[in-house]
């Protein structure tokens, strides 16, 4: 009588816990275009549960601001159009990630592959530009029209984001992680840059404030001729939501628990020394 199997243990399951930091370039209406010249610093913090070595679930908070100008295009038209915005944005997201490779920083073999990931997020923003000296929120003047009688009530600054990112991470002495990465953000919003769709009438946002006014419709302020034509006119893409690339690195340090994983692996072992081991165990 003969069996051909028996246990060992290995660590597989660990958790990271680390920060990263890089940075946002935004994509929408205001300079459509030129993602890379609308960019700033961003940070965060995460929680990484592995839980095989190609298979982790990541939990991350992330703060950064989004910007862009119309006047740092390369096209006239969009300068002309003149809109500018800036918005601080906080995100949190839950990304299961595949690794390429195994990764179980434990083993010599297994401390490097690259991942990619794709998860759900929520973003809070609050678009601003600066008139006159001071920074205003723009979607409580509701610059197309939103709030007033027979436009959209005001978008909300809480929205959902589908994160998709690519990268490569390599463990130093099994606890230290170092990794790059480059993501996109899908949202599920068109008013990031509190831009969409066209530019009410004068008289219409005159119903809500002059400020709305002001900051609705902005080309007089590059053309320096009167821009009141534009009324009804394409002021955004409302066909298009807007989105935001990231780029960073991110440090963690792994931290291991007593559980373990069970493999099996095939021996032989004879009848009767295992009925002698077994004897001994009773």
Not at 2 to 9: E, I, Y
Not at 42 to 50: E, L, M, S
Not at 110 to 139: D, H, S
């Amino acid at each position: 009588m003969s069996c051909c199997c028996f246990f060992s243990t290995t660590k597989a399951q660990f958790v990271e816990i680390g920060g990263m930091g890089g940075a946002l370039s935004f994509n929408g209406d205001v300079n459509e275009g030129d993602l890379l010249s609308n960019t700033n610093a961003a940070f965060g913090g995460f929680f990484r549960y592995n839980m095989h070595p190609h298979f982790a679930l990541s939990l991350g908070f992330m703060k950064g601001t989004l910007e862009a100008r119309d006047r740092s295009s390369k096209h006239e038209n969009i300068r002309e159009r003149n809109l500018s915005f800036k918005s601080d944005l906080m995100e949190f997201s839950l990304i299961p990630e595949f690794n390429i490779f195994p990764f179980n920083p434990q083993k010599s073999g297994q401390v490097f592959t690259p991942y990619i990931g794709i998860g759900v997020g929520l973003i809070v923003f609050n678009p601003t530009a600066k008139y006159e000296g001071q920074w205003l929120e723009l979607q409580e003047l509701g610059t197309e029209g939103q709030g007033l009688e027979g436009y959209d009530e005001k978008y909300s600054l809480v929205q959902f984001a589908v994160p998709m990112l690519f990268g490569i991470k390599y463990s130093i002495e099994g606890r230290l992680n170092i990794a790059l990465e480059v993501g996109y953000r899908f949202t599920t919003t068109d008013y990031l840059d509190d831009v969409s769709t066209t530019y009410p009438s004068r008289s219409t946002l005159m119903n809500s404030s002059e400020l709305a006014v002001a900051l609705s419709n902005r080309t007089e302020e590059y053309t320096g001729v009167s821009a009141n034509h534009l009324a009804g006119a394409r002021r955004g893409n409302a066909n298009n939501k807007d989105g935001y690339l990231t780029l960073g690195a991110r440090i963690s340090f792994s931290l291991y628990g007593k559980r373990t994983y069970k493999s099996s692996s095939g021996k032989r072992k004879k009848g009767k020394e295992l009925k002698h081991k077994f004897d001994r165990w009773l």
